[in-house]
Structure formats: C-alpha cells, structure tokens
C-alpha cells in the first residue's frame, strides 16, 4: 500500500482470556488469509506460534499481521492481555489508529479492560468493543453493554444485537442496517431478522439513532422535526463519529465459532485511517515539541515499537512509519545517539512468516532485520533528521529476582542473554547490585521471569536458579564511644607498629561518613593519617553486626602513637581498622531497613483488606485517595515486607490491584527482627567456610 489513506492499523486489546488471539484468526480466515482456522488450544493459530505461547496457551508477546479487503490494507496487532506481558500492548496502541476493546461477555468489564481504555483514551484513539463468547454458559450481552456504559460513558452504543443466547447463540442483527446473520457449520448467511426480536430490535435501533443524530447538528435537526433519517445518511454520520471517537460501537459474537466476525469486519472498514488520527509529537533535538504529517513525500521519521529475535532472520525491529517513505537498503540515522545504519530488506511479518517489500509510506507498519544496534523506542529518521519520541511509560517492574548460573563459567552467558531479552521486553529489567553483588532481574510477576528464564535455557543454552534478593540492609550506631586501635608485629626482621585512638558518633540519616582529624603535636605523622582513614572505610563495608555496609558515622582520630623505622601505611590502616571496630562494638550498634514509599490501587470494597495486610506487614498507612471505582492507598512500608506482595494483592483484589513502590528511607530494625537477620548472616557466613 503506498496511500496512507488506504491503511487501518488496529490492535486488539483486553484482559486475559478474552479471546483476542481466536478472533484475529477468525479475522484472518475469513478473510481468506489462512484456509483452516487455527485454536489456542492446539496451538496452531497464526500469531501464537512461540514454544512458550503455545504450551500455556497464552499470548506473551505482541504479533503483527495482515489483511486486504476491498483494496484496504489492515495491518492488526495482536496483543497480550496479562498484566505481566503488556509492554507489546502499550507499544501497539501508541502506532495505532484504533483499538478493538474485546471482552468476554461472561466475565464482563475486568481490570485490564478499564486501564487499556484509558490508555486508549490518552492517545484519542477510535475504540471498538467486541463482546466474545457468546456461546458460553451465563453470557449476558446486555448486562456487559450496562456496565460498558457505566465505565466509559454513553458514547458507548450497540450496533449489533445476538441471535440466540448461550448455547443457542448463533448470530447477530446489524442495528444500522436492519439485516441480520447466522453461522450455520461454519458458514455465515444473510437472514431475516426473528420475529420474536422485533420489539428488542427496534428499540435498540431506536436508541443508536439517537446518539448518531446527537453527533451531527443537521441530522439532529431533521430528528427533531420528525423528518426520517435515510440509512445512508446514518451509516455516513456513525462512521464519521466513529472515526473521530464521538460514538464507541459495541459488537457482538463468538469468534471461535466465527459468528458476528463478518459483521465486526464491515465495522472495521469504516475505522480511521492514519491521515485521520494525528500522529504523536515528536520531540526535537532541542527538547521542543516537532508535529508530524502524515505524508510520504516527508523526510522519514519512524518509531520501533518492538523488537525480537527469530531463528531465521536474527534480530528483528518492528516499526511504525509516521512521516515519509521507508526502502529497502537505505541509510537512516537513529536519533538515540545520533548513529547511522543501513536498512537492509524490509518485510511485513504475517505472525512467523516475513514478506518481502521494497517500501513501506507513512502510516504504515513492517519490519526490518540485522539492524546493528536499534532497541523499542528508537526512533529511525531520514539522514539530516533528528526527531525523537516520547517514553511508551511501561510500568515498573513489581517483583525481583536474584539469579545465579547454574555452571561455572557460564556468568557471561547468562548477562548476556538476560541483556538480550530485556530488549525484547522492556518490562523485564536486569541490573547488578552492588551492595549485595547479586544479578537482580525484575519483572511483573514471578511468571513473567520464569518465562524469561525458561527462554534463556531454549534460545542461549543457559541454566540459572532463581532466589529472592536480599534486603540491602544497612548497619549504623546510635551512641558514642573511644576506644584503641593498635597494631604491633614483630618478627625477624623489621617490625610493624601503629597505635589509634579514635570516638566515633552517629550522624543523621544520610548523611554519610565522615572522618575528622584531630591530631595534633605529631602524634601520627600526616602521611600516614590516609592509611588510618582508609582502614575505617574498609572496616565499615563489612558491618559488625551481619556484614552489611556501616552508614551515617562520625569517626574523630585524636590520638596515637608511631614508630621512627616498623610505622608505615599498612601499619596504620590494620590500626585504624582495629579501632574502628573495637569503638563500634561499644557504641550501640543497629541495623537498618529500606522503607519503602508504596501506592496500592485497589477496588473500594477491597480497601479495606489491603490496609489490614499492610498493617501485617509493619506498614504505616498514610491515607486513601477515592478514584471513582478504585481507592489508592498510601502506605510505608519496610522492603522485606514487600518482596512476595504482588502475589498477595492478586489474590486479594481478584487481579484488579496493583502497586507502585519506591525507596524512601533507611530506619532502624525491630530487635526481635533484627537479631533473626544477624543469626541467619552468621549461620550464612558459618555455611560458607
């Protein structure tokens, strides 16, 4: 397709299980893309085709496909529904010109449905909902269309009304256009619409012409006066509503029984095509906001919105053209850092399949491979073009892990196939810590680094084991004390002498250390005070009490003495060592804990338990926000409380809550906490010998 005009680029979106990945394949099929109609069950539908996907039977990663009708190219995206693999989804609906909000009509309006919406919101995107599986046991079509009006507004209208219910469901009538159709063995066929529907029909016909004519003055005009609207001329306003957001239709059926897929198709083919929707701002190199058009004659600028590897093609960017052309073997500049690449064969991936084009033009969607060092996020510009995008703002990751290689030697292996997929999925974040020396991977969930672990032993041939991180505590003291640090060595030849006396006293949190020399008369040469200093820092990064790091500590050197010919450096630094531990020791030392500063957002009627389990978990709770269906609860709580939480608040809130959590402060450890943390460091340390 070389006419933006002539491109739809749609995602399909919602919570887990709703059925998205069974109604692209009954898209595809019934567009003549594939001749058998895949299932999730069998694994064999076109964009679940990873070894992972098909053995949980669940999508974990966004797949780009594509469809013609009528001489419209569709490119549709099919996208995760779980909390711990959204970042596909996220990426999807910024490239995007509409979104098709699936639901399952059993389950209703769930979590992932409210906040996709809302992130659809934010871009203006055109939105359709599909109510799936309306052959199923306590599918309640009407009662899902009263809570999507409840949730997003009355903008949110029926255009299709299900034949039959549950187990009898077999079709839909299409409320604009009074006609109706039936699945029978797979087939779909026009019908007349039942007879024992007119009433409901008519009625809901009633109420769509209602919020089309609220929608265009000269129709509301008509309306009011009582002249008849032509269906013609209500199929031109709906569509124009649609397109610009002012109506949200809602569309009925059962995709693995391929009914209502026709219809939700001829929907589609009045959805927005990118000259419709504004792209996103770019951003300049300057900081300054850069409006794009739409236009294939314009410098090129592009936005890879995912990335992953294939068996066959290597290191693969998926990206949106905003702005100008895209040709095979061409040069551009990655805006990042300012770095040029030559794009070699561009291709339209059909789930696992790549075809080869030689160009893709603004508004459009492929794929380039080999690209040398391109990540999603980057933006691919025309050379002499600099223009940036805005962060995909993916969430933070909820629960760490350390992980350790399985074989020795395999560290480097495992670094950098964790840094290999951290690509492929940006919620999935990988970083060494230094206090602790542990490789922590982060992630959404603990399935969601399982995944990542179980893709490392298949695509890098590496093992590693998972442990929870350790609390980076902290050790501090909280009196004053002096005491003596002295070194004396003699043996056959020259001796070693240094001899300390140091008070150390606590600082306020954060402050740090600080070391104060207060010797005067030459007690301790001046070259050898460095040595001293250098002694207590070291001393300091093992703790006392557990083999934590030493903080916030004052340390005054006062007095000491040397020797003329055994003094020296060394000497001095055991000294110094010495005595710093030997003061610590009388000074009341303690340990420390992170406190977190931690925001759950949670359904009211499950406020309540969330606040009871934070108290649990020594958590001081700071307020609620009301906002609207949800509350936010404020809370601090201690780190340690926090490292298997995001399981907890599944449980408690039915997988509708989730939290955001960042460092606060360091405070003192309960004793009886405390002395569990430095029995198991001994018995660590006791282990390791």
């Known amino acids: 397709m070389n006419d933006p005009g002539k491109i739809r680029n749609i995602a399909l979106v919602g919570h887990r299980g709703t059925g998205k990945t069974s109604l692209l394949e009954a898209m595809l099929y019934r567009s003549g893309v594939v001749t058998r109609l895949g299932s999730v069950q069998d694994g064999t539908t076109v964009s679940d085709f990873d070894d992972d996907e098909k053995r949980r039977q669940l999508s974990l ?10 001489g419209v190219g569709f490119n549709l995206l099919d996208t995760p529904g779980d909390s711990s693999f959204l970042a596909d989804t996220i990426a999807a609906l910024r490239v995007v010109e509409t979104a098709v909000m699936v639901v399952n009509t059993v389950n209703g309006v769930e979590v992932q449905t409210e906040r996709l919406w809302a992130r659809a919101d934010e871009r203006g995107l055109a939105r359709v909902v599909f109510c799936n599986m309306l052959d199923r046991e306590r599918a309640d079509f009407a009662g899902v269309v009263e809570a999507l009006r409840d949730a997003f507004g009355t903008q949110v209208v029926p255009v299709h009304l299900p034949i039959g219910a549950e187990h009898d469901f077999r079709g839909v009538v299409d409320l604009l256009r009074g006609t109706a159709s039936v699945v029978d063995d797979g087939s779909t066929s026009e019908a007349e619409v039942p007879a024992d529907m007119a009433d409901a029909v008519a009625e809901a016909r009633d109420a769509l012409i209602e919020a089309i004519v609220e929608t265009d003055d000269a129709l509301m005009e008509q309306y009011l006066e009582g002249e008849e609207i032509g269906a013609d001329a209500l199929i031109e306003a709906f569509a124009a509503a649609f397109r610009v957001g002012r109506l949200f239709p809602v569309a009925a059926g059962s995709a693995t029984h391929l009914a209502g897929v026709d219809a939700l198709l001829s929907l589609l083919d009045g959805s927005p095509s990118p000259l419709d929707i504004a792209p996103p701002p770019g951003i300049a190199g300057d900081g300054e906001g850069v409006e794009l058009i739409c236009d294939p004659a314009a410098p090129t600028v592009a936005l890879v919105f995912k990335t992953f590897a294939d068996q066959f093609s290597g290191h693969v960017n998926v990206f949106r053209v905003f702005q100008g052309t895209v040709t095979s073997d061409s040069g551009a500049t990655i805006t990042r ?30 794929a380039v491979a080999k690209l040398k060092d391109v990540v999603t996020g980057d933006a691919i510009c025309a050379e002499g073009t600099s223009v940036a995008f805005p962060p995909f703002g993916f969430p933070a990751p909820l629960m760490s892990f350390a992980v350790a ?21 940006p919620m999935l974040q990988v970083h060494r810590d230094t206090q602790t020396g542990e490789t922590i991977v982060s992630g959404m969930s603990q399935v969601h680094v399982e995944v990542a672990v179980e893709r490392m032993k298949r695509r890098f041939g590496v093992e590693v084991d998972l442990h929870p991180p350790r609390v980076p505590y902290r050790e501090t003291i909280k009196g004053t004390a002096k005491a003596q640090g002295k070194h004396k060595k003699q043996t056959g030849g020259r001796g070693q002498f240094a001899d300390t006396w140091m008070e150390v006293s606590p600082r306020a949190r954060g402050e740090g250390f600080e070391f104060v ?16 200093e250098k002694g207590i820092v070291e001393a300091m990064s093992d703790g006392f009490l557990a083999g934590y790091p030493l903080v916030d500590v004052q340390v005054r050197l006062y007095d000491g003495k040397h020797h003329p010919v055994d003094s020296s450096d060394m000497a001095f630094k055991i000294a110094g060592s010495i005595g710093f531990k030997a003061a610590v020791e009388k000074a009341q030392p303690v340990l420390l804990e992170p406190i977190m500063n931690v925001h759950i957002t949670a359904p009211e009627e499950n406020t309540g338990d969330v606040i009871g389990d934070l108290n649990s978990r020594r958590g001081r709770v700071l307020g609620t926000d009301p906002r609207g269906q949800y509350s936010v609860v404020s809370a601090e709580v201690p780190l340690a409380e926090m490292l298997s939480y995001a399981p907890d608040l599944t449980s408690m809130t039915g997988g509708r809550g989730d939290y955001t959590m960042e460092f606060l402060r360091y405070e003192e450890v309960p004793a009886h906490i405390a ?10 340390r006791e282990e390791s010998r």
Do not use: C, W, Y
């Open 61 to 70: 990663s966004g797949t780009l496909t594509h469809i013609e009708r009528q």
């Open 337 to 366: 850092d300012g770095h040029k690449e030559r794009l070699g064969q561009l291709l339209k991936p059909q789930g696992k399949e790549q075809k080869q084009i030689d160009e893709l033009v603004a508004g459009d969607i492929g």
């Open 405 to 425: 290689a399985r074989s020795k030697g395999d560290e480097d292996k495992v670094m950098n196939a964790l840094r290999r997929l951290s690509e492929e999925d």
């Open 517 to 532: 020399d207060k010797i005067v008369g030459g007690a301790i040469p001046r070259n050898f005070i460095p040595a001293v």
């Open 675 to 684: 002395q569990k943390v430095i029995d198991e460091a001994a018995k660590a």
